[in-house]
């Protein structure tokens, strides 16, 4: 197999690069290395990526026009499978750049899967996808079938215009399609802009944790070794017709508060918690349904919350100390 990830330097793309290296697979990564937040830590998931001879990386923006097709020229005719995981992420922060979240999660999308719709050798596209596509729905756990037309965010109502796109692309030129809702991902290399890093990192700091205020504030964290695992077997089954999603989520939701209370067990300090106005932008919950998934693929979500962020927070005080 060779395949294209885009995102490589990003949480989620670096660690399924990393898993297809281990494989013996040859990997095409490219990423833009924003500074949305630290390129330091992107470059060394980078560094990492790069010890593997099966690894070569290409730095460019998927929006740009043209880029992909010339920067990948000489791989296009080996090209598998394309995994594309850049986008723009965080909630809260396309409420400050919505125009951020138009170039790389829809200009973006749809470079990439014109660039995929000429690959000779293409299998399979997987991309991501979001939990945050059922925004303000309140029935639970969400499903696959259920309604996704209320977008909490504008982060959601592009990463629901990637699947759209998707959709469309399949009708259009048969283009073998798999978008993933993920559900709250976390765990070592994870990315500073998300709860259980910005948790972690004012706890370690003595400063208070910042918690919205409010009844059941919950999340299906999913722990970053298992979203690879069922990509990784998705990747294997590209649907026989017609664009397919599924929720990838651990299928048990934890209250907030629960995740800044094993946080400071494992960092060894007691949280100061600050209350907050939730923004309108952060749904209240969510609980992904994966049985879609498991029927497909036999996959079913593997570690619970208290041992992966015994993996996390091993790798957070590393990090932090470097
Ligand atoms: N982490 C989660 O909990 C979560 C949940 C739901 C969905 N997702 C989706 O999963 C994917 C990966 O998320 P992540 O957590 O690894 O985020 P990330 O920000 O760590 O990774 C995304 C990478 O894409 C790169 N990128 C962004 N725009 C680009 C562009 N125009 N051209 C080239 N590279 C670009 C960034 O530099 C970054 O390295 C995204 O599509 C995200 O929306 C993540």
Redesign the pocket.
Known sequence: MTVLV??V?????ARIASFLLEQGEEVIG?????D??SPKL?QARLALLEKSTGFRFFR????TEGALPEALSQYAGRITHVLH?????GVRYSMDAPSAFV??NVA?HVAVLEFARHLPKLEHVVY?????VYGRNTTMPFRETDRVDLPGSFYAAT?RMGELTSESYNHLYGLPLTGLR?????GPWG?PD?ACFKFAEAIFRGEPVSLYSGDGLARDFTYVDDVVEAVLRVMGKPPESGARILNIGNNSPVLVRTLISLLGEKLGKEPKIALSNRPAADVVATWASVEAIRDLTGWIPETDLESGLEQFVRWFKRWMAA
């Open positions: 885009t995102g330097a990003g949480f989620i793309g490219v990423d833009n290395l924003n949305y937040y992107k460019l923006d998927i929006a995981f850049a986008a723009q992420a170039r790389s973006g991501a996808s979001s939990s945050s990463k993920l559900f709250t991902v976390y990315r998300m």
